[in-house]
């Protein structure tokens, strides 16, 4: 947003269209004296028309467009032209260089077939492989079409990743000459980077869910595009099944759903039986190779696998499927360090492993595009690159110099059961559907193999046909609430493509009813409809708006900021000692949540003091990266507790209560995640109410064994565990949470009859006070 | 920013705090707090304090012992499966009430799946989820299909060794069941024969006292096997009573004066303490029976039938002695046929 204000003073900004003159060519020596004149706004250029005669300035071709009935002849015209129909400033060099790449893409060819499918129809599904540069070209397809000037309206474009979001507006701002954040820009949670001029606006799917939340016919928009839907993720479904609503009264709301998988008649028979349109990928043939047996361990017959192709199979990249970020990094390691021996020993080209995954730093995720190696020597054997990714690499990145995947059959997936209430991120088998995405890496640039490291026979009788779409793996305590923000009463037979299973939709509900979200009539309570205006989690929510009855909204601010983002924690495999005496600095004794706050203080302080920060954070094991982005949601959520006159508190730090104060807060958003100590000698600790025996993560610095903890998270590896704990008190939970620590409520066992102790403790202890008196 | 404190607090905090630390997990109140009340069960003997304390020591130290981890892990899946097997939905759990579920059924929920009414449209594929989706954990770093190829295997080798060896061999075992019954109605058959030759003239003569190889060899073992169980008691019992290992243990002299009784009273006389008779042949290698036995029970179980028909007229399946040679009367040789 910065960036967009301190460049606007360029000179060609004030340039204005105008359907004068037919003689184009002369249009070039009006716009210079055009400069200067007041700002254009888009939106309002057709009231402009009548007036246009008076105004110098250059034609866009675009004015003589009429909405809804173009031609892909009358588009290229216009993008051919020199200055830029949008803007009117002239083309720039790289402008003409891309157009020229755009023009080979696969979609352009079917460029008329696709506006003519547009035109006769609400609803649309496009198919199209990754390549085929349907993100890309689809929505300015769409753009050129739509000719936002004349409505006002904009276009959407959805992306299940942030990430996605940012480089695909970023790509296109650069294909349309235009400044990111001007008339593309994109919007993600926590960050907006559009203006008033934006036209298309490309946007994480859960971003636009929540605009809907207040603009529930979503009004602003003329045309939505949900890119990936093939990916079914939790806010795309419910974007569907919404869209599906509103399509019926809104009739001049055109959608496009984009699927890259072949399932696309699932889409076309739940949007009733809309049209398909299908543009084939720049694929070649990829060979498949299983393995004759089972693998004993997946990650070092990955390892072998790549080092075998790189002794034996002719030049191209290998990209190789892990699971995640230790994994992924272990792997690296052990490749490199082979194939160094390779290269001794046997004459092998070099090769260059690159990890990615979602939490890498974008520099170092940038790094998968450099170039393979060059021969270690004139005429020696050609060099490689191995990319080692998690399944961020199956769909939506494409990377072009694949010719060998290696699929070892996993990933890691989100999962939730509403009967033992266990979220976690599993590491767990992955589909057909996968599998073939995986294996249609390989054939990018070139006829490919792929090496699955399972038997055919497993291939075809253990993989399930289809990844379960997110919302069967999801807990949906978030997403009722906002379907209940948005209006949809009736969630049981809310129309989505995938119904969850009742049980969890029950969970939902009952937890919404907990925290005071809803009424026990299901109805969307004054604390629900506030919490959903955070983007946030609704026990995170609530705690945050409940934050000033304890006497620390600035502390829990600051603490769910730090929730929000990826662990700031750094511990370097080479390091580990070092970074945990670094941690141990800001450990609080009574908790991994109070520990984070000293961290984040600790930060803030040296930053006052001007502190070269990336410095301070690289010596104090910190990500510099995910401290920013906490903060910079720190700023974001302050502002909204402002628009809702939410209170902003501290208790003196010297006050004895402050800490106290904080671990009371805690509970008021968090008081459905608490375990208990099994017994006083043990390390193992029982879930409230859910009854999961569970340890502390190794990563906490509580150190004494508590009996009572507050957790942020369950954690699933082969063992179960609940990360970022707090000690806190039995008796602050009859208190805080009354209703869901009615002891009669709960089922028999150690945890009932503790708390039915704490009851009577806290019973005969008022008595005293009340006789006292 | 939250370094500078803003407001000041106010001058009540919520908390109750520090009053307290003291352990509410070894806070025992029901019990003695009122001893009189009807908290035990009124048809025992009230608790003395004694025993009170007896008990709690051990449900402590139940409680204190360390597990080890493959428990702990047991214990976790354990907690996690049963979690996950109880639907929050059948009333015959037993669950609290539901909100939620309450709320849903104001919604219109009465069972099955959620979704659209209107299910005329959606493609079916469509899944509609009636139970939750199960959390499995994966072990370690085991490729895809090696835990089912594992079982697979384990259960292919069981069927292979159950569905010969093991139904073989209770089939063998029934069959060796009805060798010994055979072989027992041939033992009674022959001696109701000699008693009927013999007529009661003769001191009956026992099989024990013949030589083994004069009975036919089809329930020769029969007689061998108990002949070599007799005698082996037998040796046993003469060791136990033999006077050298009952006196084994006690110091032995030379006594120039212990004359012949004396010797035969102390047990260290030569003399035969005990004799027994056994069938002479009995130490004698049987190659004809060896034989025999080596064959697989049925074709045992054959050539008994075979030989109680041609000798007795009997017939094992019928349990009926045939008067004429031809049998008239028996459906025939095999078993099978008496069904």
């Not at chain 1, 990336?614 to 010596?619: S, V």
């Not at chain 2, 409680?63 to 499966?81: Q, W």
């Not at chain 2, 006690?250 to 012949?260: F, H, I, R, S, V």
């Amino acid at each position: 947003m910065t960036d967009y204000n301190s460049e606007s003073s360029d000179p060609s900004k004030g340039v204005k269209r105008t359907n004068m003159g037919e003689d184009g060519t002369k249009d070039s020596k009006r716009i210079k004296t055009a400069n200067g004149d007041e700002q254009y706004n888009p939106y309002l250029a057709h009231t402009y028309e009548d007036s246009s005669s008076q105004q110098n300035g250059f034609k866009s071709p675009l004015d003589q467009l009429e909405r809804h009935n173009t031609t892909a002849l009358q588009m290229t015209k216009a993008e051919d032209g020199e200055r830029n129909p949008w803007t009117g400033e002239p083309h720039s060099q790289q402008y003409f260089k891309i157009l020229q790449s755009r023009r080979d893409l696969p979609v352009h060819k079917q460029r008329q077939e696709f506006l003519d499918t547009y035109h006769s129809t609400q609803i649309l599904v496009f198919v199209g492989e990754t390549g085929s540069g349907k993100t890309t070209q689809i929505p300015q397809y769409v753009l050129f079409d739509e000719l936002p000037f004349q409505t006002g309206k904009l276009i959407a474009c959805t992306q299940p990743r942030r990430v996605a979001a940012m480089s695909v507006a970023q790509r296109v701002a650069n294909e349309l000459d235009v400044k990111l954040g001007e008339e593309v820009g994109y919007s993600i949670r926590f960050e907006n980077k559009t203006g008033p001029k934006t036209m298309l606006k490309y946007m994480t799917d859960g971003q636009l869910l929540r605009e809907a939340m207040h603009d529930h016919d979503m009004t602003r928009y003329s045309c939505i595009i949900l890119d990936e839907a093939h990916e079914r993720t939790l806010a795309t479904d419910i974007l569907m099944a919404l869209l599906k609503q509103i399509a019926a009264r809104r009739k001049d709301l055109k959608i496009i759903v984009m699927s890259a998988t072949l399932d696309a008649q699932k889409f076309q028979s739940y949007f009733y039986n809309a049209p398909l349109l299908a543009v084939p990928g720049r694929t070649h043939p990829v060979e498949i190779f299983y393995t004759p047996e089972p693998e004993r361990d997946y990650v070092e017959a990955s390892v072998r696998t790549v080092l075998q192709i790189h002794a034996t199979e002719p030049e191209g990249d290998i990209l190789l499927f892990l699971t995640g970020e230790e994994e992924i990094e272990d792997a690296c390691r052990r490749i490199s360090l082979e194939v160094d021996d390779m290269i001794r020993e046997s004459d092998a080209g070099p090769m260059r492993v690159y990890p990615l995954y979602g939490t890498l730093p974008p520099a170092q995720q940038q790094r998968i595009f450099d170039k393979a190696p060059e021969p270690l020597r004139k005429g020696g054997r050609p060099g490689r690159k191995c990319i080692v990714s998690t399944n961020i690499a199956e769909t939506s990145l494409t990377i072009d110099g694949i010719v060998y995947v290696v699929d070892p059959g996993f990933s890691k997936q989100k999962i939730y059961n509403p009967r033992s209430r266990v979220e976690s991120l599993l590491v767990s088998p992955i589909s057909k559907a996968s599998a073939q995405q995986r294996a249609g890496r390989a054939g990018r640039t070139r006829p490919g193999k792929c090496f699955r490291l399972y038997t055919e026979k497993a291939f075809k009788k253990e993989l399930i046909e289809q990844t379960y779409p997110e919302i069967l793996r999801s807990n949906l305590a978030n997403t009722v609430l906002e379907l209940k923000k948005l209006g949809v009463e009736d969630l049981v037979h809310f129309d989505l493509m995938d119904p969850p299973a009742p049980e969890t939709m029950m969970r939902a509900l009952e937890e919404l009813n907990y925290l005071a979200c809803l009424d026990d009539d299901g109805e969307l309570t004054k604390l629900g409809s506030l919490a959903s205006e955070f983007p946030l989690d609704p026990a995170v929510a609530v705690m945050l708006i409940s934050s000033p009855e304890f006497y620390c909204s600035n502390e829990m601010l600051s603490i769910t900021s730090l929730l929000s983002v990826p662990s700031i924690w750094i511990r370097p495999n080479n390091a580990r000692k070092r970074a945990d005496e670094m941690k141990a600095q800001f450990a609080h004794p009574d908790g991994d949540h109070l520990t984070l706050l000293n961290a984040y203080h600790a930060f803030k302080g040296a930053e006052q003091q001007g502190t070269d920060m990336k410095q301070w954070c690289h010596e104090h094991f910190l990500s510099f990266r995910h401290l920013s982005s906490a903060d910079n949601v720190r700023a974001q959520l302050k502002r909204i507790m402002e628009t809702h006159d939410i209170e902003l508190i501290s208790t003196p730090f010297q006050d004895k209560n402050y800490y106290i104060n904080i671990r009371r807060a805690l509970l008021a958003g968090f008081f459905m995640q608490v375990a208990m100590r099994e017994s006083s000698n043990s390390k193992v600790y029982k879930t409230v109410k859910d009854d999961q025996l569970v340890m502390i993560h190794p990563s906490t610095v509580v150190t004494s064994p508590y009996d009572w903890v507050v957790y942020n998270e369950f954690v699933l590896t082969t063992k179960q565990y609940v990360r970022t704990v707090t000690n806190i008190r039995p008796e602050w939970l009859l208190e805080i949470a009354p209703v869901y620590y009615d002891v009669d409520t709960f089922e028999k066992g150690e945890i009932k009859s503790a708390l039915s102790r704490v009851t009577e403790k806290v019973r005969r202890r008022q008595a005293i006070k009340g006789s006292g008196r | 920013m939250s370094l500078t404190h803003p407001p000041p607090a106010p001058p009540s905090n919520p908390t109750s705090s520090s009053d307290s630390e003291d352990d509410y997990m070894k806070m025992t109140f029901p019990d003695d707090a009122c001893p009189s009340s009807t908290h035990s069960h009124p048809h025992k003997q009230p608790e003395t304090s004694l025993q009170r304390r007896q008990r709690e020591r051990r449900e402590a130290e139940i409680r204190a012992r360390v597990k080890s981890k493959a428990e702990l892990a047991a214990e976790e899946t354990a907690a996690r499966e049963a979690a996950q097997s109880r639907s929050l939905l059948l009333p015959s759990n037993k669950l609290p009430k539901s909100k939620g579920l309450a709320m849903m059924a104001k919604m219109g929920f009465t069972g099955g799946a959620l979704g659209s009414k209107d299910t005329s449209n959606s493609s079916t594929a469509t899944l509609r989820m009636v139970e939750p989706i199960r959390v499995a954990i994966k072990d370690g770093r085991e490729g895809i299909g090696l835990e089912s190829e594992r079982k697979r295997k384990l259960r292919e080798a069981a069927e292979a060794l159950g569905a010969q060896t093991k139904r073989a061999k209770a089939d063998e075992e029934g069959v060796e069941r009805l060798v010994y019954a055979a072989q027992r109605v041939a033992e009674m058959m022959d001696e109701e024969r000699k008693d009927g030759l013999t007529v009661a003239g003769d001191k009956k003569q026992t099989t024990s006292s013949r030589p083994l190889k004069s009975i036919p060899v089809v329930w020769r073992g029969l007689i061998r096997a108990r002949e070599e169980t007799e005698r082996d008691r037998r040796m046993r019992h003469d060791l136990e009573q033999s006077h050298s290992s009952r006196l084994g243990l006690l110091p032995t002299y030379t006594d120039a004066e212990e004359d012949l009784d004396d010797k035969l009273a102390q047990g260290k006389s030569a003399a035969p303490w005990t004799t027994y008779v056994t069938a002479d042949d009995l130490d004698e290698e049987d190659t004809e029976l060896d034989a025999f036995n080596a064959l697989p029970a049925a074709e045992k179980m054959q050539k008994l039938v075979e030989y109680l028909r041609g000798e007795y007229r009997y017939c094992f399946w019928c349990k009926t002695a045939y008067p004429d040679p031809e049998m008239d009367g028996c459906p025939g040789i095999e078993e099978e046929d008496h069904d």
